[in-house]
Antibody
Framework: EEQLVESGGGLVRPGGSLTLSCAGS????????MNWVRQAPGKGLEWVGRIKSYVDGGTTDYAAPVKGRFTISRDDSKNTVYLQMSSLKIEDTGVYFC?????????WGQGTLVTVSS | EIVLTQSPDFQSVIPKEKVTITCRASQSIGSSLHWYQQRPDQSPKLLIKDASQPFSGVPSRFSGSGSGTDFTLTINSLEAEDAATYYCHQSSYLPRTFGQGTKVEIK
């Protein structure tokens, strides 16, 4: 059974940095394209970015609000994808989900809460 | 960026009623439109992929249709467990985008 578990969320000051992790199991992680999607409190879903599998180039794509501040990377030896967040803003507050899929997002983790506040 | 507009934003429905949610794209996206269900305090779950294909394990009362710019999610004979917010999502262009969500409440 596919499982994704996010970790690393917490409280951070504006301008600060935080790194989220997402560990996958129950599927061939190295073949999976991995996404990050976030949800501000009481709001809808917002795609943050993705990383392709290394066999498909390993490249990354980002949404405009996070481009240049967030970096997605992966370590297939650990079945883990990361989201490095820097220059955090109050509007980055929300639950961050990782999900698998290059087109539709078929499996999702439970999410980890990031709160950016002074 | 592709804008997806869902309607309605909210729907209150009695059990066994039929629910129809629409999603309109700001330009043609072919069949690259997917539907998700998010129950309160849970992560989203894929319901329909590629406009009309049910994902594994999804009850048969959920169906999708459409192509180009206009898409529909239909829930036949609503059950209490279907109380949730439903989102459409396009994968035709980067950045990927979601609709604003449609909240379905059980009367």
């Amino acid at each position: 059974e596919e499982q994704l578990v996010e970790s690393g969320g917490g409280l951070v000051r504006p301008g600060g940095s935080l790194t989220l992790s997402c560990a996958g199991s129950g599927f061939t992680f190295s073949n999976a394209w991995m996404n990050w999607v976030r949800q501000a409190p009481g709001k809808g879903l917002e795609w943050v970015g993705r990383i392709k599998s290394y066999v498909d180039g390993g490249t990354t794509d980002y949404a405009a609000p996070v481009k240049g501040r967030f970096t997605i990377s992966r370590d297939d030896s650990k079945n883990t994808v990361y989201l490095q967040m820097s220059s955090l803003k109050i509007e980055d507050t929300g639950v961050y989900f990782c999900s698998t899929g290059g087109y539709y997002l078929d499996y999702w983790g439970q999410g980890t809460l990031v709160t950016v506040s002074s | 960026e592709i804008v997806l507009t869902q309607s309605p934003d909210f729907q209150s429905v009695i059990p066994k009623e039929k629910v129809t949610i629409t999603c309109r794209a700001s330009q043609s996206i072919g069949s690259s439109l997917h539907w998700y269900q998010q129950r309160p305090d849970q992560s989203p779950k894929l319901l329909i992929k590629d406009a009309s294909q049910p994902f594994s394990g999804v009850p048969s009362r959920f169906s999708g249709s459409g192509s180009g710019t206009d898409f529909t999610l239909t829930i036949n004979s609503l059950e209490a467990e279907d109380a949730a917010t439903y989102y459409c999502h396009q994968s035709s262009y980067l950045p990927r985008t979601f609709g604003q969500g449609t909240k379905v409440e059980i009367k």
